[in-house]
């Protein structure tokens, strides 16, 4: 009896992952650019997805750099006007909106272009503080196309009228780590908003953008 219970909840804890990752990849497929050229117009803010400026070896952060090139690139072509850039800075010794910004600025994005969200502990609060803080109901969403994927998700949820701009992904082996983790940060997501109903963090007061 021990044996059946264990078999079959293992087969539906598999099953609930793939239906899952399924769902979220499957949602966003057609709202996914990763080119410039072909990215609509009409979405003035962009959310950039924070990550850490540098690995824990102290080198580049592959994820960061390709992030911030994918951002100042949308700016600088016109395709949109401000940046929000989400991230963590729960400690006082690390601080990604803060890195994101001086990385965009080093690029030609001037500063009155950024508003830093500094409780974007997790993609969750993230896209909930870029419409619920920022006012922000149309965004183009910024990150490796896997991520964007699961905050189109969130967006959705919340409607939030989103796209996503896939930035360039770093090698394989590079990311393996990051995939596998992603695999199950999907499946986190759809518990999240339809099972416990999650809710970010903190929001505070309202600090609406006006372009």
């Known amino acids: 009896m021990f044996n059946k219970w264990t078999i079959g909840s293992t087969l539906f804890l598999i099953l609930f992952i793939v239906f899952s990752n399924w769902i979220i990849i499957s949602s966003a497929k057609k709202s996914v650019y990763s080119t410039v050229s072909e990215t609509p117009k009409g979405y003035k803010v962009a959310l950039l997805l924070g990550t850490s400026r540098y690995t824990v070896r102290g080198t580049t952060n592959l994820y960061f750099k390709y992030r911030i090139k994918a951002a100042a690139d949308l700016y ?19 601080n990604e909106p803060k890195q994101m910004q001086e990385a965009l600025m080093a690029l030609g994005v001037p500063e009155s272009a950024i508003t830093l969200d500094y409780a974007g502990f997790r993609t969750l609060d993230s896209v909930v503080r870029s419409k619920e803080v920022f006012g922000q109901s149309k965004i183009i969403i910024v990150s490796q196309r896997f991520h964007v994927e699961r905050a189109l998700f969130i967006a959705r949820k919340y409607n939030i009228d989103a796209i996503g701009f896939s930035a360039q992904d770093p090698p ?15 499946t986190k997501a759809v518990i999240d908003l339809y099972i416990i109903n999650k809710k970010p963090k903190f929001l505070g007061k309202k600090e609406t953008i006006i372009i």
């Open 76 to 94: 600088r072509s016109g395709k949109i006007k401000h940046i929000i850039v989400s991230g963590d800075n729960r400690v006082e010794n690390y």
């Open 172 to 186: 394989e082996k590079y990311s393996l780590k990051t995939r596998i983790r992603e695999v199950f940060a999907k």
